[in-house]
Structure formats: C-alpha cells, structure tokens
C-alpha cells in the first residue's frame, strides 16, 4: 500500500481555511482519489462497489470539518457516512480479495469515537420531547402516556431570544433547546402533590449536558489524532490501488443482485428470529436489535445498487429503511430507560424523589412497545422474494 499520504505537502501546511479545531498541518481536501468510472449494468461489478466507496469517502472529507466545529447533525451524518461505506464493503465482500479487514476495523473505530456524541443528542432530543409530555400529563392529570407521539411531534421548539450560554463545547443549539424547554418546565411543575420534580429535570439536564460535552471532546480528539489521518489515507490508497476478485469482473447485472439477496435472506432470518423471541425480555432487545444490523445492511446494499438499477431494488431498500428507522425507534427507548435508570438510581441514593423518572420510563416503555407492533405490521408487508430480474420493475409481493 502506498504512502504517499504521509504529508501531503503545502496544502496541508497552509493556515487558511483551517477548519476550527484541526489541527495545524492537516486538511482533508488534500486527498484527492483518482475520479471513479460510471456503474452500468453491463459493466464490471467492481465499478458499482468503488462508486459507493467514493462517495462515502468523500463525505467524511466534507463532515470533518463541521464535525470538529460540533454542526448541527454534522456528527450523524459522518458517523453514518462511516457506517455505510463499512456495511458496503462487508455486503460486497466476494468482489474483494483479499478483503479489507484492516480499513473495516478502522472504520469501525471511527464509528466508535463519533458514537457518544450522537447517542447523546438523541437523548438529549428524546427526553426534552417526553418531559414536556411527561409534564403536560402531570399539570392535566392524565395517565403517562396519554395523547402522546411517542416522540414524532418534534416539533416542540422555541426559538425566544434570551437563552442560556452552552456549557463547554455541548452542541448551542441543543443546549439552548434543552435549557428552554427545562425552564418551562420548572414554572410547571413546582406545584403541591409533585415534590422533587425541579431537582429530577435539573439532574437529566446535567447528565446530558456533560455527555454532549465529552462527547463532543471525544470526536475533536478523534479527528485530530494520527489514526483518523491514517485511516482517510488508506481509504484513499485502497481507492487508487483496490485489491479485487475475479468476481468483481464479471458483469454487474450477473453478479450483484445475487449479493444483495444475500442480504435479504439475512434479513429475513433475524426478522424471524426477532418474531419468535418472547416480546419484553433481553432475548428480544437482543434480536430486535440485530434485525435493525440486518436491515441497515440491506438498505445501505440497496443504495449502492440502485445507481444500476433504481427501478429494481428502490422498493427493497425503501421496505428495508422503514424496518431501520422503527427498530431503531426502539433500540433508543432501550438505551433511554437503561440511561433514566441509573440516573434515577444516584437520585434515590441521595434522596432526591424519583416519581418522574418513572413518568418517563413508562413513556418510552410505551415506546418502545409501539416500535414492536410497527415492526410486526411492516414485516407482513415486506418483500417475500428477492428482486430476480434486473432491468423490469419489481415491487413488493
């Protein structure tokens, strides 16, 4: 492999344009992979799979700017640039030989280092919209859960000047959300039969506001570090020199469809599996969760494979994205309940009241259980074949 990314000379050493919080003697746009040929049908299947890669390399490129800065959602699209092109590479495996473990445990890596930051906005996200319902059913007096969307409505955003500062380098614009929507919330609920309601909403907020801030720490540190520089080097070598199969020669309409069935079948398994584990228990988070792996893999195959083909396989990875989001729906409930547990755990221990911990778990208990059934509804409508023949549309059975 070559090294001829080590330094990549005066661009690199230039000072303007620096991205915030690189470090000096580093841009991405220094890498420069040689442009990649048009997919086709009719052309080698390797063409498709180095497409995908490209495009997902240089995605990184764009987001580690913003992602040091801490943009709004700039950390979730890196994070899921990195987890396509690594979900690509496994699914199209066969076109490689030898296959790039190497750059996918790298890859895998990096995905790591930009978890914190996005789990934390997502429960940054998720629990200031049910505290306001959790709030809304304390003041009417309903029971929790009642009239509630299960986190759809997000669209509960004040945007009044006069908010408080971000703390450290937490995302503003989430910290302002957080603190605006805590702040209504307080005026609320200081009222006679809800004891301990400020101190519960004020601890959550510290919580989330310190694992933003690590978080966010943790992807700067990642970014600027020697191994990310490596890792965007040999993504780039790996492009220019790619180590390919005799399979990656044969046409792609031969051979790909093939791969993405794969997929399907693999799919299809852990969705079965899923189904059959019994609703509430740790066996079904697990399986429920390796179903969502699953279906991400099929959707992310069915995107690289849809610049051949869009009509063929748009309505299978449409299917397999649906699948995702509502898995995913209840994968964040799960970590959410496990994260409202062991605060409302330090909580107790220090006599604080707990009532609205339990107001919010029930909450997200609701939804996750809501995810299951959406699950099991959009399961009986999937696709029961894999598309056989490309270049005729195929829909859904």
């Known amino acids: 492999m070559s090294t001829k990314g080590g330094d990549r000379g005066g661009a690199e050493a230039a000072p303007a344009g620096h991205e ?3 470090p000096a003697g580093h841009q991405e746009d220094a890498l420069t992979p040689q442009p990649r040929a048009e ?3 009719k052309g080698p299947a390797a063409d498709m799979l180095l497409h995908a890669v490209h495009g997902h390399f240089l995605q990184l490129k764009e987001l580690a700017g913003p992602a040091r800065r801490n943009a709004p959602d700039a950390v979730h699209q890196m994070r899921t640039a990195t987890r396509r092109m690594r979900s690509v590479l496994k699914a199209f495996r066969k076109l490689l030989d030898p296959p790039p473990n190497r750059l996918q445990a790298e890859l895998k890596w990096l995905a790591g280092e930009l978890a914190a930051a996005r789990d934390a906005e997502v429960q940054a996200e998720r629990l200031g919209r049910l505290l306001a319902v959790a709030i809304e059913d304390q003041t009417d007096g309903r029971a929790p859960g009642h009239g509630q969307d299960n986190g ?3 669209d509960e955003q004040d945007n009044a000047p006069g908010t408080k500062e971000a703390p450290g380098n937490v995302r503003p614009d989430l910290a302002r959300q957080v603190d605006r929507q805590l702040d209504r919330q307080l005026e609320r609920t200081v009222l006679p039969g809800a004891p301990g309601t400020a101190p519960a909403v004020r601890r959550l907020n510290a919580e989330l506001a310190e694992r933003l801030d690590a978080g966010h720490r943790q992807v700067v540190l990642a970014l600027n570090g020697r191994r990310y520089r490596r890792l965007m080097t040999d ?3 790996w492009l220019d020199h790619p180590q390919l199969a005799p399979l990656a020669s044969e046409p792609a309409r031969q051979v790909v469809p093939r791969l993405v069935g794969r997929q399907f079948k693999h799919l299809r ?4 599996s899923a189904l059959a584990a019994p609703e509430g228990t740790e066996l079904a988070e697990e399986a429920l969760h390796a179903a969502r792996k699953r279906a991400k893999r099929l ?4 995107e690289a494979a849809a610049v051949l083909s869009p ?3 748009a309505a299978l990875g449409q299917a397999a994205h649906e699948i995702q989001s509502v898995l995913g729906e209840h994968q964040d409930a799960v970590v959410a309940r496990q994260l409202l547990r062991r605060v409302a755990a330090k909580a107790a221990y220090e006599g604080e009241d707990t009532f609205l911990y339990g107001r919010l778990d029930a909450l997200e208990q609701a939804a996750a259980q809501e995810a299951v059934s959406q699950f099991q509804t959009l399961w009986r409508r999937f696709p029961t074949a894999k598309p056989k023949s490309w270049g005729k549309p195929w829909k859904p059975a």
Do not use: F, M, S, T
């Open 235 to 237: 993504i780039e070598d």
């Open 152 to 154: 759809a409505g997000a």
């Open 20 to 22: 915030q919080g690189a």
């Open 39 to 41: 997919p086709g049908l």
């Open 299 to 302: 959707r992310y195959a069915a």
């Open 269 to 272: 398994a852990a969705a079965n």
């Open 311 to 313: 009509v063929d396989v």
